[in-house]
């Protein structure tokens, strides 16, 4: 179910974007993308709790349902707002990492901690400019714990890792926009894009994580009919 409406969703943007607003094809796509768009992360977070994942993985992927829909509605208060709903979903994230994930070696940890702080560094260096002054400090600091639940990731194995990374390029390149860099074409699909796969791969990722560090089932006499 989820497959199948990331795929419409994806199409809608493709369409919408072909299109544009006018004509059958396009005024289709754009009430389509805005109602499947919050359907995306309620979904896999049903499968995730039927796969038997912790609550706190539904929990993160709501909070980013919270967020793509005030983000859809529009507005610079409820674009803040939506931001720290996918903050409280990263923090969510983060709690999982410490409960179930390992630990990689000193050399590696220090060496990707490096390399994470370098990175969002010099992209908030790079977009600072184009910012508005009053989305400045919010997306600094919200840039700053994403960078943190993708270096996190790295204790949840490759999917997780692979999600960090690309809940990373997904909220670049909204950022990018914010700062009126040039785009490529279609811009929210590729948004929505690397956003969907990188709930998924977290998601898948700590669905092998927790079944992995889960305590096993208690083994007992089996019941006998009497």
């Known amino acids: ?33 805005p109602a499947t768009k919050p359907a995306l992360m309620p979904v896999l977070a049903g499968y995730a709790l039927a796969r038997g994942g912790p609550p706190l993985v539904a929990a993160a992927l709501l909070l980013g349902c919270c967020g793509d ?12 707002l939506g931001m720290a709903g996918f903050a409280a979903g990263h923090v969510c994230y983060l709690v999982l990492f410490a409960r179930h994930g390992t630990a990689p ?3 590696r940890t220090a060496a990707a901690a490096g390399g ?13 400019p184009g910012l508005p002054a009053d989305l400045r400090g919010p997306v600094a600091g919200y840039s700053l714990l994403l960078t ?43 948004i929505m894009l690397t956003y969907i796969a990188a709930q998924l791969a977290l998601t898948l990722g700590l669905l092998r994580t927790t079944a992995r ?3 096993p089932a208690p083994t007992g006499p089996r019941p006998v009919r009497v």
Do not use: E
């Open 1 to 33: 179910m989820f497959a199948a409406l990331a795929a419409v969703h994806l199409v809608a943007l493709l369409v919408g974007a072909a299109a544009g607003a006018d004509g059958g094809a396009g005024a289709v796509a754009h009430a389509v993308v």
């Open 69 to 80: 829909t005030l983000l859809q509605i529009g507005g610079d208060l409820l674009f803040l």
């Open 105 to 107: 070696g000193r050399a």
């Open 116 to 128: 994470y702080v370098l990175a969002w560094a010099v992209l908030v260096a790079l977009l600072w």
């Open 148 to 190: 943190g639940m993708a270096f996190g990731a790295l204790r949840a194995g490759p999917y997780a890792t692979a999600g960090g990374l690309l809940f990373l390029l997904s909220d670049t390149l909204i950022a990018t926009g914010i700062a009126a860099w040039p785009q490529a074409p279609a811009p929210q699909f590729w």
């Open 213 to 215: 560090t889960a305590p």
